[in-house]
């Protein structure tokens, strides 16, 4: 059996910021200080600032000279392209999972929507929020495309830290299970027509909620 390597402060660092962004607890639009985040960490600054630079190509993070580092924020039009990104890549995904394993994306999805459930019952949003990316990854995990896996994976962490702000909506966590739960029977249907029109007005609710709640980040562009 092998041993696990064991985590790099630079990868520890890095763990603890992207969970922080996604989770809520550092908010879009706040400074980030290498000092204060070293210290909490008790590392030095340098796997701190490897950790943000990463963050950086992740578009989680902005840095910017003699200013310093900063979580992103995201305006109405560049929320409105990550749903334009989400809604092409995963319909390709969706439909390359369904030629190549119907079975066991259907499965998954499944599965992965009685956990939803579990949690929803419970009312905790962060393992809710969690499963819901889970959900979104088995498109691609079943597409089995590694181009298209990465061009998601480089923005999963935005579109996480996105889902978490809107969950503070009434019903938003309601409906999105309501939704997830019809994706994913429609999935067990293969029916690619039913799921590309779910699939549109879940991401659209997207586009929608961010709009109608007038999210005022700081530091993002006016629209």
Known sequence: ???????????????????????????????????????????????VREALAQLRDEGLVSIEPQKGARVFSLSEPEVTQICDFRQAIETAAFELALLRNPEGLADDMQRVVKDMEKERRRGNEKGYLSLDTTFHQLIFEHAGNDYLTAS?????????????HLAKLPQHTELSFDEHS???????????????????AHIDRTRQAYKSAAIVLEGATAS
Do not use: F
């Open 1 to 47: 059996m092998a041993l696990e390597r064991p985590k790099s402060l630079r990868e520890l660092a890095l763990e603890h910021l992207r969970n922080s962004i996604i989770d809520g607890s550092l908010k879009m639009g706040q400074v980030l200080s290498e000092r204060k985040i070293s210290e909490e960490l008790g590392v030095s600054k340098s796997p």
């Open 152 to 164: 998601y994976t480089r923005y999963i962490g935005k579109i996480a830290a996105l889902r978490t």
């Open 182 to 200: 019809k994706i994913a029977i429609a999935v067990r249907e293969g029916d690619m027509p039913k799921i590309k029109s779910l699939l549109t």
